[in-house]
Structures are given as C-alpha cells and as structure tokens.
C-alpha cells in the first residue's frame, strides 16, 4: 500500500519499490561512518523519510521533535525542493534551525519521485548564543540542546562540496537502476495481465471456495479450498460435499448440518455459526468461519452454491490468548494503560487505576492522557517521549505522573506503538512503575557514592574493576582523574595509553595472571600523563571467585603516591647533599691543615733562596737556579691558597665596593687572557646594591669562570658577563637547597660552549675534579670559587646544557654600610729596610731561624720567641723600646691573637702585624679579618716582609685586637 501523496513513476510505480532499499541502507551506514555526514532518502511530495543514517541527535531530539521547530524543518525542505526545479545539484542548503544540508534530486521518466539528502553538518563554528536563545526560544533542555550541537561535525567547503559531488553521482546511479528496474516491470506486468486474463475469478482470492451443482455434489475447488480440505480438485470433482467438507462442533463434537442443502432449500445465503471445525482429508482439525450462497440464473433459479471459508485458527488462538493477556494485565502490580493516536484512553487496568489514586476505570477511560501530567511536563518530556515512540516504536524512561489528588511521583515508563494492516500507528500501550522507592534507594547510593569520591579524592585513591564473564571494566571518578581519562576513552585504551612503556606489560601481566590464575598484586608503576609528567601510582590487584573457584572479578585500588614519592627523593637529594656538604667540609679541613704544614716548608724554601740570591750575586750562576727554585716556591705557594680558598680558610681584607667597579677593572686583562676568537660582552646593571668582599676574591673568581668558558668553547664564541640586583624569596629557596632569603647582587657568567651533561654538572665543586687532559688543570678553580662563594656568605649555582653552552650564577648578599676599607697593596717591588726593635714569636725553630735572619737582613733587631710565654719574658727582660710584635697566629699555651691582647697592656704604643699559614678563628672572623688588623699570609717573600713591616710600623693607629 502506498500513500496517495507519493508520486507514481507510470502512474503506479513508487520510487521505493523501484530501487533495493536495503543494499541502500548498507551503502548509507557505511557513508556515514566513514563521511561522518547524516545521509537520507526522502520521497515526495510528502517528504516521506525512506531511508536514513548518521542522523544528527540535535535534529532527532529537538529539531524534528517539537512541533514548532519541526515546521522550519518542512520549510526547509520545501524550500529545497522549490530550488531543485531550478538545478540540479543543490549545494550548502541553510536549514532555518541553523545547520547545512545539500540535495540531489532523482528523476525517472520526467517524475521528481525523491531526493538524495546529505549534510546535517555546519561549515563554520557555531554560535553558541544563537542556538542559546533557539533553545530557549523552543523550550529545549538548554544543556542537552547545547550538547548534541557539539556533537554536530564541522567540514571545509571543500569536504562539503566533495561529498555533494559524490550524492549527484549517487542519485544517478540510483536513477538509472531505478528505470532499468522500471523497463523490467512494465514488461513483466505485460505478461502477466495476459495470463491472469485466463484465471479464473475463483482462484484470484484468498479464501477456500468451493462450488457445487444442486445435488450438493463438487464442481470446482480453488488452490486454498485444496490446501484446506486436503482433496485436490480433480479428487474432489463429482464427490459429496458432505466428503469433502466435513464439519464439526468443536465443544460437542457432533456432525454440523453442512450450509449448502440449508441454502438451496431457502434460497438464501447461509453462515456456519462459532466453534465450527473442518476436518481436513489427511486429519487435520483447523477453526473456520464460512458462509454458502446460491448459484443463480439470470431467470432467478438456483444452478448451485458456493462455499467460501477461511482457516480462522489463528484468529481463534490469539483471541483465547488476549482473553487470558487480559486476565493477566487486570492482575499485575504494573499500570497498563492503551490510548489511541489523539491521546484518548481506551483502556486502563487496576494497576494505573490505583496507582494514580482513581476508584474505576470509567474515571480515566475517554479522558486525554495529559491528566497524568503538568502542562510544563507535558510540553517538556511527555511530547517529545511520544514522538520518539512515534519515529522508533518505542520507548522507555522516565516521567513524572500527578495523582488525582495533584500529588506527583517518578514513573518509569515502556511504551510502545502499534500498527493496523496497512502499517499505520493505531494504538499506544504504555507500562508505567511507581519507582518512588527506587528513587529514594538511587538518591541514598548517590550521596554514598559521592561521600566514596570525596574521600577518595582526599587520599587520591581510585579503584577500577574487571567483569570477567562481560569483558567490562568501570572504574571511579579519582581513578578517571589520576590516569587523565579522556571523553569516551575505553579503559583499555587508557591503560595502553598512560602507563610507562616499561611498567605497561607487568601491569597487563598482572591483569592477565589475576583473571587466570587468582593472583593479586601490589605494585607501584608509573604513568606518563599528557603534558610529558609522571605520576607515581600504588595498585593494589585481588580477584573475586565464584563458589567453585573461578575468577569472576578483579577489583584494584590505585593510589597516586607522587608526592610521597617526590618526597622520598628530595629527601634522598637532600641526604646527598649532606653526604657531600659533609665530605667537602672533612675535605676542606684536610686542604687547611695539608696548607699549613706546607706553607710552613715553602717559607723555609722561599725565605733561605731569597737570602742566597741576595748573597752570591746577579752574575752568579748559582743565582738562576736558585730563582727557578723561588718561582717554584710561589708557584707552590698559589697553589695552597687555592687549597685555603676551598677551605674557606684564606684569610681576606673585604672592601665595601660597587661590583660593576671591579669587574669594569677587569675587562681589559679578561680580553687579553680570552683571546681574538672569543666576544666577550659587559652588561652591567644600572644602581647596583653595594657588597663587602675581597676585591682579589672577585678577581679569582672572575679569572677561573672565564679560562673555564674560554676552554668550553672550542672556535670561535661568547662570553657574557652580567651583573644585577635580586631578592630571592622563600618559594624560590624552597626550590634551591642551601639557599637563604634576602638581598643579593648577582654575578652571572655565561659561555655558549659544549655545555656539560648532568653527571658532570653534579661534580664540578669538588676538588681536583676535572675534565681536562692530565697536566691541563688542578681541578680546584671552581672548588676555590664555592669557597669564596661561603665565605662570604653566598650562594652559587651553574646550569647548563650538553651542546647548549653553560651560565653560572653567583649571589653575594647585598651590604648596607658605608664606611670603606684599604687594602693592603704589595705591588711594589721596592724592599723596604729599617732599625727598630721587633719582637719575632714563632713555634717552628726552622721558621723562627729564617724569619729572625730575614729581619735582621733588612736592617732590624731581632728579639726571637719560639713560644708565647718565651716572648712574654724577653720582653720583660728588655730594658730597650720594642717597637713591633710580628708574631705567628696558630701556637701552642695561647695563640698569637692572645699574647699580642697581653702585650699591648704593657707597651700601648706596641705596633702589630700578624702571620699564618693557616689562620682560624682567633684572627680572623670566619676568615674575614677585623678592621685594622695587619695580616701576612705565610709563605711571604723578602719584598713582602719588608713592604708589612714597614707599613705596621709606619700605622697612625695603634695596634689593637678586639677581645
């Protein structure tokens, strides 16, 4: 059957029955996956929707499912079709609820039967506030209407105008099989209008027929009287009807007066009554319902009768059933209720009666269904609910029903549509289930459920589990935020996704031993997340068995353990950094006291060739090699105050200075020692804080990172040199072990050199650490900088890159004060002489010998200690003035800084000068010496000597010493 609406190709040809509708229906759901366009068969002029796929939910559920906007959808395609009678593709069709389609029309002998549509698509991003106010505008659930429209895909022109050449290609196709399948009917219906012109009448029908003469004797049988009765025309020709036709009561069992001897003895037409049943010829029992009528002349008389019957069993059965269907649904505790296509209720069972607080049915029965229902839900949920029911048959879910008393409860709702013969919806039936208490039970799980993700998401724990007979796995909102799950990411693909490609296969072992052999785990892996970070997580596996031992599910716990893990580490880097400030400190007293005792030797080597040279002469040939034996001595002697530096026990004379000063001062001896290849830039810092360091201190530093970046770079390259004010604050501590909040000014030397990996880079403060060749470097430039560095109460930090060149960055704390110090200046060569009286203490006889002859070489009396408490005596014993004590720091009974306190108690006017190789604390505050204490690092020259002496002695302040 087929709507009169629809255009006939010849008059009775639809186009659907021309073409293979369900080979279409491959090709369009194949279309669609592969396009991700929806795709239609729309027949006309009705815009009958034959065929559809990849159909967009924001049409299905908004667009077409309310009335108002469903009208813009009509107009659309009318105005499609308008537009298609002037071309023949239609490309980039603007739908008026705001998405695109196109249309190919197909045409079969001059007759537009339907056309090939395809889009649902948008070209452009879409206007969230546009669609905002049509959803509000057509009373759409805002949220789900905004939903389905992200869902929409978004193609180029040219993907659209593809996929329109592709549809025209498409509807020509279908055109030409629909007329060759035309040409094939037109001829098959020829023939087949020749043959049926020979069939008889008899034979064109669907019931049993059965002709007789007025005997009652059979003169024909048509095809299903055959099949019925069992006797084939040509047995049955001639033969009793009563044979043929052998009828019987179904309760009683008793012979039924056949009809054909009641009509020819009345003359009328004759129905057998109810319960009547044919026994066919092979014994067969089948339920008839029939009716005899007289065979007559055109002069009236009766010729004969024919018999026309049907198999009524089936009929028969599915009224008993219906019957006893009926019995049921009057006793089930779930509501049935049937109403017609308009709304009106045709029948409601006792169930719905109850539930919704009415005392019969004639209460509800030709009532509209909307009493079940507010106006608002009726238009919101219970409109659209029966319209998907209308395009899908069915429907289940969940409505809101009102009582009579206008009380409300959730229902849950099946409905189903059903249809007559010719396909056409006839009735709603619909199953409602007050699910109030399933309500109630869903809410308490929900709020257990959300209790369960706050608490594990306060311990960052997750859980995920594995059906094992359903293949499924689910798992929990912490575990979907721990593993970064994305928008419709199946668990699996999850796991292959995030886990680290070395923990992947034992995780997945695990898994696989835990579904087969019952075994749990507890491990901890790593996962890799989208931003290239690790996250550290602790799985704890068991599986769950049946009473016959069968693993039926895996139910795993997974804690995000990053922080502890995090923590672990920084407090094993920190346990490190222990290990090693603990190993440099033991190293550092080592290189002091190794110092010491080897100054000591170098000032007797030095001391006694200075003396020889001053004695055998310039010409002397002895004197060169005694001068190679000095240089060595010196040589020696930087060496130790590299050691010292290390140490942090290289005694200095710190100036309150600007840095740009000393470093400007540099540049000139800097470039010279980089060479021609090397660029060396100054960027200095404007209004740079004041510090309180050795400016020879600045000077070594800046030498040692300069040689190191010029070695660093093995062509031609860049040095840059920069300086700066910063305040480095707690977060920035916290991130920088050792560091201190405040005030500092920054020295930051930068190369562009090979750079260092990070093994290197985690060594290169210790000392006679080197990369260089051997004979190259001593390895204690950098560890003589970290030295300095805490010294002076610094930090420093070196970063750098295998191939990316190296920066390092030194932070000396920011000084407040004004005032300024001298520093002492032994450049000059000139050697000093003078006669005044100088009281020698030093423990070391071998030193005390060279020192006194030193002394006594430039001029002076000597009066040699080689204890405090000797000292304190010859200076009682002297009757004479004793202008200078020079004496040695470090000594046993008291040392140097004491007795020089006593001995300025009896001869105020007493200059000092102090000495060392190895100066502490006593001297010295944390190295750094007091303001107007005169020191003379050991070993010293001859020049040295006298340069001191001269400038103690020459002092317009007295010698003093704190206590």
Same mark, same amino acid.
């Given at each position: 059957?087929?709507?009169?609406?629809?255009?006939?190709?010849?008059?009775?040809?639809?186009?659907?029955?021309?073409?293979?509708?369900?080979?279409?229906?491959?090709?369009?759901?194949?279309?669609?996956?592969?396009?991700?366009?929806?795709?239609?068969?729309?027949?006309?002029?009705?815009?009958?929707?034959?065929?559809?796929?990849?159909?967009?939910?924001?049409?299905?559920?908004?667009?077409?499912?309310?009335?108002?906007?469903?009208?813009?959808?009509?107009?659309?395609?009318?105005?499609?079709?308008?537009?298609?009678?002037?071309?023949?593709?239609?490309?980039?069709?603007?739908?008026?609820?705001?998405?695109?389609?196109?249309?190919?029309?197909?045409?079969?002998?001059?007759?537009?039967?339907?056309?090939?549509?395809?889009?649902?698509?948008?070209?452009?991003?879409?206007?969230?506030?546009?669609?905002?106010?049509?959803?509000?505008?057509?009373?759409?659930?805002?949220?789900?209407?905004?939903?389905?429209?992200?869902?929409?895909?978004?193609?180029?022109?040219?993907?659209?105008?593809?996929?329109?050449?592709?549809?025209?290609?498409?509807?020509?196709?279908?055109?030409?099989?629909?007329?060759?399948?035309?040409?094939?009917?037109?001829?098959?219906?020829?023939?087949?209008?020749?043959?049926?012109?020979?069939?008889?009448?008899?034979?064109?029908?669907?019931?049993?027929?059965?002709?007789?003469?007025?005997?009652?004797?059979?003169?024909?049988?048509?095809?299903?009287?055959?099949?019925?009765?069992?006797?084939?025309?040509?047995?049955?020709?001639?033969?009793?009807?009563?044979?043929?036709?052998?009828?019987?009561?179904?309760?009683?069992?008793?012979?039924?007066?056949?009809?054909?001897?009641?009509?020819?003895?009345?003359?009328?037409?004759?129905?057998?009554?109810?319960?009547?049943?044919?026994?066919?010829?092979?014994?067969?029992?089948?339920?008839?319902?029939?009716?005899?009528?007289?065979?007559?002349?055109?002069?009236?008389?009766?010729?004969?009768?024919?018999?026309?019957?049907?198999?009524?069993?089936?009929?028969?059965?599915?009224?008993?059933?219906?019957?006893?269907?009926?019995?049921?649904?009057?006793?089930?505790?779930?509501?049935?209720?049937?109403?017609?296509?308009?709304?009106?209720?045709?029948?409601?069972?006792?169930?719905?009666?109850?539930?919704?607080?009415?005392?019969?049915?004639?209460?509800?029965?030709?009532?509209?269904?909307?009493?079940?229902?507010?106006?608002?839900?009726?238009?919101?949920?219970?409109?659209?609910?029966?319209?998907?029911?209308?395009?899908?048959?069915?429907?289940?879910?969940?409505?809101?029903?009102?009582?009579?008393?206008?009380?409300?409860?959730?229902?849950?709702?099946?409905?189903?549509?059903?249809?007559?013969?010719?396909?056409?919806?006839?009735?709603?039936?619909?199953?409602?289930?007050?699910?109030?208490?399933?309500?109630?039970?869903?809410?308490?799980?929900?709020?257990?459920?959300?209790?369960?993700?706050?608490?594990?998401?306060?311990?960052?724990?997750?859980?995920?589990?594995?059906?094992?007979?359903?293949?499924?796995?689910?798992?929990?909102?912490?575990?979907?935020?721990?593993?970064?799950?994305?928008?419709?990411?199946?668990?699996?693909?999850?796991?292959?996704?995030?886990?680290?490609?070395?923990?992947?296969?034992?995780?997945?072992?695990?898994?696989?031993?835990?579904?087969?052999?019952?075994?749990?785990?507890?491990?901890?892996?790593?996962?890799?997340?989208?931003?290239?970070?690790?996250?550290?997580?602790?799985?704890?596996?068991?599986?769950?068995?049946?009473?016959?031992?069968?693993?039926?599910?895996?139910?795993?716990?997974?804690?995000?353990?990053?922080?502890?893990?995090?923590?672990?580490?920084?407090?094993?880097?920190?346990?490190?950094?222990?290990?090693?400030?603990?190993?440099?400190?033991?190293?550092?007293?080592?290189?002091?006291?190794?110092?010491?005792?080897?100054?000591?030797?170098?000032?007797?080597?030095?001391?006694?060739?200075?003396?020889?040279?001053?004695?055998?002469?310039?010409?002397?040939?002895?004197?060169?090699?005694?001068?190679?034996?000095?240089?060595?001595?010196?040589?020696?002697?930087?060496?130790?105050?590299?050691?010292?530096?290390?140490?942090?026990?290289?005694?200095?004379?710190?100036?309150?200075?600007?840095?740009?000063?000393?470093?400007?001062?540099?540049?000139?001896?800097?470039?010279?020692?980089?060479?021609?290849?090397?660029?060396?830039?100054?960027?200095?810092?404007?209004?740079?804080?004041?510090?309180?360091?050795?400016?020879?201190?600045?000077?070594?530093?800046?030498?040692?990172?300069?040689?190191?970046?010029?070695?660093?770079?093995?062509?031609?390259?860049?040095?840059?040199?920069?300086?700066?004010?910063?305040?480095?604050?707690?977060?920035?501590?916290?991130?920088?072990?050792?560091?201190?909040?405040?005030?500092?000014?920054?020295?930051?030397?930068?190369?562009?050199?090979?750079?260092?990996?990070?093994?290197?880079?985690?060594?290169?403060?210790?000392?006679?650490?080197?990369?260089?060749?051997?004979?190259?470097?001593?390895?204690?430039?950098?560890?003589?900088?970290?030295?300095?560095?805490?010294?002076?109460?610094?930090?420093?930090?070196?970063?750098?890159?295998?191939?990316?060149?190296?920066?390092?960055?030194?932070?000396?704390?920011?000084?407040?004060?004004?005032?300024?110090?001298?520093?002492?200046?032994?450049?000059?060569?000139?050697?000093?002489?003078?006669?005044?009286?100088?009281?020698?203490?030093? %423990?070391?006889? +071998?030193? *005390?010998? @060279?020192?006194?002859?030193?002394?006594? &070489?430039?001029?002076? /009396?000597? !009066? $040699?200690?080689?204890?405090?408490?000797?000292?304190?005596?010859?200076?009682?014993?002297? %009757?004479?003035? +004793?202008? *200078?004590? @020079?004496?040695?720091?470090?000594?046993? &009974?008291?040392?140097? /800084?004491? !007795? $020089?306190?006593?001995?300025?108690?009896?001869?105020?006017?007493?200059?000092?000068?102090?000495?060392?190789?190895?100066?502490?604390?006593?001297?010295?505050?944390?190295?750094?010496?007091?303001?107007?204490?005169?020191?003379?690092?050991?070993?010293?020259?001859?020049?040295?000597?006298?340069?001191?002496?001269?400038?103690?002695?020459?002092?317009?302040?007295?010698?003093?010493?704190?206590?």
């Amino acid at each position: 059957m087929h709507s009169k609406g629809i255009n006939l190709v010849e008059g009775k040809y639809p186009f659907a029955d021309l073409v293979n509708t369900d080979h279409m229906q491959v090709m369009f759901r194949r279309f669609s996956a592969v396009t991700g366009f929806s795709i239609g068969l729309v027949s006309l002029p009705d815009f009958d929707l034959l065929i559809s796929t990849g159909m967009q939910d924001i049409c299905v559920n908004f667009h077409r499912a309310c009335p108002a906007s469903a009208k813009l959808c009509r107009l659309s395609s009318e105005k499609m079709l308008s537009d298609l009678q002037e071309q023949t593709v239609l490309e980039a069709c603007h739908c008026e609820n705001g998405l695109v389609f196109g249309a190919s029309p197909i045409i079969i002998k001059g007759v537009h039967v339907a056309n090939l549509v395809a889009g649902q698509i948008l070209l452009v991003e879409p206007d969230p506030q546009r669609f905002k106010r049509q959803s509000e505008k057509y009373g759409y659930d805002t949220e789900a209407y905004l939903t389905a429209l992200d869902k929409v895909p978004i193609k180029t022109e040219a993907e659209f105008r593809e996929m329109m050449g592709f549809l025209d290609e498409w509807a020509a196709m279908f055109t030409e099989q629909a007329q060759a399948e035309l040409e094939k009917r037109v001829a098959l219906q020829t023939a087949m209008e020749s043959e049926e012109n020979l069939r008889t009448i008899l034979n064109s029908i669907g019931d049993a027929v059965i002709c007789t003469d007025t005997r009652g004797h059979v003169t024909s049988v048509n095809p299903m009287a055959e099949k019925l009765t069992g006797w084939s025309a040509a047995d049955a020709q001639g033969e009793p009807l009563t044979d043929v036709f052998h009828i019987i009561n179904d309760r009683t069992r008793e012979i039924v007066v056949n009809p054909v001897a009641n009509v020819l003895a009345t003359g009328e037409i004759f129905g057998l009554a109810n319960h009547t049943i044919l026994i066919a010829r092979d014994g067969r029992e089948l339920q008839i319902a029939d009716s005899a009528a007289p065979i007559k002349h055109p002069d009236g008389t009766i010729s004969g009768v024919v018999l026309v019957f049907r198999d009524v069993t089936e009929e028969y059965r599915v009224k008993e059933e219906l019957e006893q269907l009926g019995a049921m649904v009057e006793q089930t505790v779930e509501g049935v209720a049937i109403a017609n296509t308009e709304g009106v209720l045709k029948y409601v069972n006792r169930a719905w009666i109850g539930m919704h607080g009415y005392d019969s049915a004639d209460e509800l029965v030709g009532r509209h269904l909307n009493i079940f229902h507010t106006p608002a839900e009726m238009e919101r949920v219970v409109l659209p609910f029966i319209n998907d029911v209308l395009r899908n048959e069915h429907r289940s879910g969940e409505v809101e029903h009102r009582r009579k008393d206008g009380s409300t409860f959730p229902g849950q709702m099946t409905v189903s549509m059903l249809k007559d013969d010719q396909s056409v919806p006839n009735v709603f039936i619909g199953f409602c289930r007050d699910i109030t208490d399933r309500k109630r039970a869903e809410l308490a799980l929900l709020e257990s459920k959300q209790h369960l993700n706050q608490a594990q998401a306060m311990a960052k724990v997750g859980h995920w589990a594995l059906d094992v007979a359903a293949d499924t796995i689910s798992g929990s909102d912490e575990l979907h935020r721990i593993f970064g799950v994305r928008p419709n990411e199946s668990a699996r693909a999850m796991f292959d996704r995030v886990f680290h490609p070395d923990d992947r296969d034992r995780y997945l072992g695990n898994v696989k031993r835990g579904v087969a052999l019952g075994e749990g785990w507890n491990v901890v892996d790593r996962l890799i997340m989208e931003d290239c970070s690790t996250v550290y997580v602790h799985s704890i596996g068991e599986a769950i068995k049946d009473d016959d031992g069968n693993v039926v599910r895996l139910i795993v716990t997974v804690q995000d353990i990053s922080e502890r893990v995090s923590a672990e580490e920084d407090l094993e880097k920190l346990q490190k950094q222990f290990v090693q400030a603990q190993k440099m400190e033991s190293v550092g007293r080592l290189a002091g006291g190794v110092a010491h005792d080897f100054n000591n030797m170098l000032m007797v080597i030095l001391g006694h060739t200075e003396l020889l040279q001053g004695k055998v002469g310039v010409e002397n040939p002895f004197h060169l090699q005694l001068d190679e034996i000095r240089k060595a001595a010196e040589r020696s002697a930087d060496l130790t105050r590299q050691l010292l530096a290390f140490a942090r026990k290289q005694t200095v004379a710190p100036q309150v200075l600007n840095l740009n000063d000393i470093v400007g001062g540099m540049l000139k001896m800097l470039r010279r020692l980089l060479g021609e290849d090397i660029d060396l830039a100054w960027l200095p810092s404007d209004s740079l804080w004041s510090i309180r360091v050795d400016p020879g201190q600045v000077d070594q530093i800046l030498a040692n990172l300069c040689v190191n970046a010029r070695d660093a770079i093995h062509d031609v390259g860049k040095i840059i040199i920069e300086t700066r004010n910063v305040i480095l604050d707690e977060a920035y501590c916290a991130d920088h072990i050792g560091f201190m909040p405040g005030e500092f000014v920054e020295l930051a030397v930068t190369d562009d050199g090979i750079g260092m990996p990070r093994e290197i880079l985690q060594n290169i403060w210790e000392p006679f650490f080197t990369t260089k060749g051997v004979g190259e470097g001593t390895g204690l430039g950098l560890a003589t900088i970290y030295g300095i560095v805490k010294q002076n109460e610094g930090f420093v930090n070196a970063y750098s890159e295998l191939g990316e060149g190296t920066t390092f960055r030194i932070f000396l704390p920011r000084y407040i004060a004004t005032f300024k110090q001298e520093r002492l200046d032994d450049s000059n060569n000139q050697v000093h002489r003078g006669h005044e009286t100088v009281l020698l203490v030093e %423990d070391e006889d +071998i030193i *005390l010998n @060279l020192g006194k002859g030193m002394l006594e &070489e430039l001029g002076y /009396r000597v !009066l $040699a200690a080689n204890s405090p408490q000797t000292a304190l005596e010859i200076a009682g014993e002297y %009757d004479g003035e +004793i202008h *200078l004590l @020079l004496t040695d720091v470090v000594m046993p &009974e008291m040392n140097g /800084r004491e !007795l $020089a306190s006593r001995m300025m108690r009896h001869y105020p006017k007493l200059k000092l000068l102090f000495m060392s190789g190895y100066p502490s604390n006593v001297i010295a505050h944390r190295g750094v010496l007091d303001e107007g204490v005169l020191f003379m690092q050991k070993p010293f020259s001859l020049q040295a000597l006298s340069t001191n002496v001269r400038d103690a002695l020459a002092s317009t302040e007295r010698g003093s010493v704190n206590e």
